[in-house]
């Protein structure tokens, strides 16, 4: 069973910076696919940034260039970094995973590719 624990959320000023961190355990194989959801107070899930297993990462077209997905595999974590935030970043920050990973999948930041495992979250505060 594949276990994920986010980490980093806060509160910050618009302009800042935080990074979140996501470790999983209960990993079995090498192929996978992980990534950052958000959802904001009245609003639908959207997808932010993934990675998988080959390090191909993608990104919401509002994020990039700001955000920054990364991951360590020494420590079975993954990264995200964000910089000059904004307040409609404001949200829950979700991380998801599934692993084994088909190939015939795309590994992308869509709630419609839907992942199967989830952590419990962490909120990131922008303040103007």
């Known amino acids: 069973q594949v276990q994920l624990v986010e980490s980093g959320g806060g509160s910050v000023q618009a302009g800042g910076s935080l990074r979140l961190s996501c470790v999983a355990s209960?990993?079995?194989?090498?192929?996978?696919?992980m990534g950052w959801f958000r959802q904001a107070p009245g609003k639908e899930r959207e997808g932010v940034a993934t990675i998988d297993s080959d390090g191909t990462t993608s990104y919401v077209d509002s994020v990039k260039g700001r955000f920054t997905v990364s991951q360590d595999n020494a420590k079975n974590t993954l990264y995200l970094q964000m910089n000059s935030l904004k307040p409609e970043d404001t949200a829950m920050y979700y991380c998801?995973?599934?692993?084994?990973?088909?190939?015939?999948?795309?590994?992308?930041?869509?709630?419609?590719?839907?992942?199967?495992?989830w952590g419990q979250g962490t909120q990131v505060t922008v303040s103007s």
């Open positions: 209960g990993y079995t194989y090498s192929s996978y696919c």
């Open positions: 998801a995973a599934e692993s084994p990973f088909s190939p015939r999948r795309r590994c992308m930041p869509r709630v419609d590719y839907e992942l199967k495992y």
